[in-house]
Each structure stands twice: as C-alpha cells, then as structure tokens.
C-alpha cells in the first residue's frame, strides 16, 4: 500500500496524561456502512491518519480490524480507539466486551477505550477499564459525552486511574470552552466529535468560517479543524471520499491568528445542535435505541429523534 508519507511526518500529537502520545488529528467511522468501512479505513491510512476512531456500536469493529491487518503499517504506529456501548456496563460485561473487541479489531492492545455515554452502570464498566489497563490490554482509558459534572464524577472518589479523554461534541456553534476548562483541571484531554455538525447548521455555508477560509485559502472544514488544533482539541474528521480525507488532514501548513480564532471563537451559542444528555426524554431515547441496535447490527441509517 502506497502512504503519503509526507502527511505522515506533518502529523502533531498531544500528551495524555498517562504519557501516551495521541494523534491530534483522527479519523471517524461513524455511520460508515460496514462494507465501505474497510475501504475507507485503508484510504484514510493511505492519505496520513494513524489515528482511527470506531464503537461497539457503530458495528464496524470487524471491518476496521481487517483493514488495520492488511494495511502494510506497523501496530505501533496505529493508534485505535473504541467505545464501550452502554448494554455492556458493568463490570464484568464491560471486561467480556473489551475482550470481544481486541478480537474484532484484530489487535493484542487498544490504544485509549472509551465509556460511550454517561448512562446505567458505568461505575461498575469504568472499574473494568481501570482493571483491563493494568492489565496491559488497554493504552489509555476514558469517556465519552460526559458533562462536566458526570467527569468530575469519574475522576474523584478514589478512582485509581483518572480518564485520559473525554469525547464530547465540539464545533464553533457548541464550542464546550467551560466543559474544556474543567477537563484541563483534571488533566483530561479534550477531543471532538461532530466538529462540523454533520451539517446541521449549515456550518459550510457559513459567511464568518468562509470568510476565514478565504484569507487563508483553506475550506471551512480546514479551518474548523484549525480552530480545534490550536485550542489543544483532538478532532475526528469523517469522509467516505479519499480526496476528502486528504483535505481535511492538510491542516499542518497554516495557523489562525488571534483575530480569526476570536470570530469563529465568537459562533459559539453553548447549545448542542443534537441532544442534552440531561434531558429526560434523551435518556428514554438512548433507552430506546439499546435494544434496536442490538437488533439491527446497524447505524448507518438509523432515525434520529432528536
């Protein structure tokens, strides 16, 4: 398999507070179907990411694996993270499931396992984590969609291992500066998820991101992904189409003034353009959609109610 190797070196990376070193830039899965996940993964290594992102429940952990066995990279340089679904909290399922994953994937070791949403047990599963990461199977350990109050949560009370990221929805409309300052306390590593907003906002159309984009004759995506680089965010970009990835990996060669990450700084409304974790009616849905996708072995068209 033929590498850009160029966009291989241009890579920056971040520092866990583990001292595991992390791609400030990754690759995301979600809602890829499962039979283009393979050629997307390999395309995505191909173009210079060597940070992939997948979940129990995206059902593409098997087809990420194949294509992490075949794609001619060493493991070391790889760094793959999963999320732990929320039918698999608990302690012992939590363990059997990670254990079910390293299978998929194809892997001895998982770089950095995620608790996938702040609901049911996930005491019992981030005790699992803590356990499994002494053992040597897990990297780095953390979560996902916690809000500030649910991390200082998992991060006090005698844990033995502080969580290492914290995956929440981050984009210049949700721009999640005060949920950034209380991880910063903790020494939790922020890292972004729906950077554009899958679209929601018309985040592309713009006038304020294109504007920047034009001074700097980058694309907003480009721009955005800038936006997060330089406020010490880890992003995942998602794309189906090769020349896509390229784009938005190409994000090494310019730097926003202070002017320009004050205007985009200046989009934020602190409302996430999908869901509040605190609302009653999420919880239900979340309730809801355990057993479906469970059922369907598929999220690449499931119906959001939200």
Known sequence: MIVNLERVKNMEYVKLNNGVEMPI????????????????????????????????????EAEVGEAISECGVPREELFITTKVWIDNYGYENCKKSVKESL?????????????????SD????????????????????????F???????????????VPAVNQVETNPINAQFKAQENMEKYG??????????EEIKNMF????????????????????????MQRNAVALAKSVHKERMAENFDIFDFTLNDEDINKISSLN????????HADPNIVEWFDK?????????DISKEKKEW
């Open 289 to 297: 959609i355990i057993g479906e996708r469970r059922h369907n072995q």
């Open 269 to 276: 409304n602190n409302d996430s353009l999908f869901f509040s």
């Open 103 to 119: 299978k998929k994937l194809r892997t001895d070791y998982i770089d950095l396992v995620l608790l996938h949403q702040p609901f």
């Open 25 to 60: 830039l990754g690759f995301g899965v979600y809602q890829i179907p499962k039979e283009e996940t393979k050629r997307c993964v390999l395309d995505a290594i191909k173009v210079g990411y060597r940070s992939i992102d997948t979940a129990q429940s995206y059902f593409n």
């Open 188 to 197: 939790v590593q922020m890292e972004a998820w729906a950077p554009f907003g």
């Open 147 to 161: 809000y500030p109050d649910r991390l200082s949560d998992i991060c006090l009370f005698g844990r033995k291992v």
């Open 122 to 145: 996930y005491y019992g599963a981030y005790r699992a984590l803590e356990d499994l990461y002494e053992e040597g199977k897990i990297r780095a350990i953390g979560v996902s969609n």
């Open 205 to 228: 159309s713009n006038s304020v991101l294109k504007e920047v984009g034009d001074k700097y004759s980058k694309s907003v995506a480009q721009v955005i992904l800038r936006w997060l």
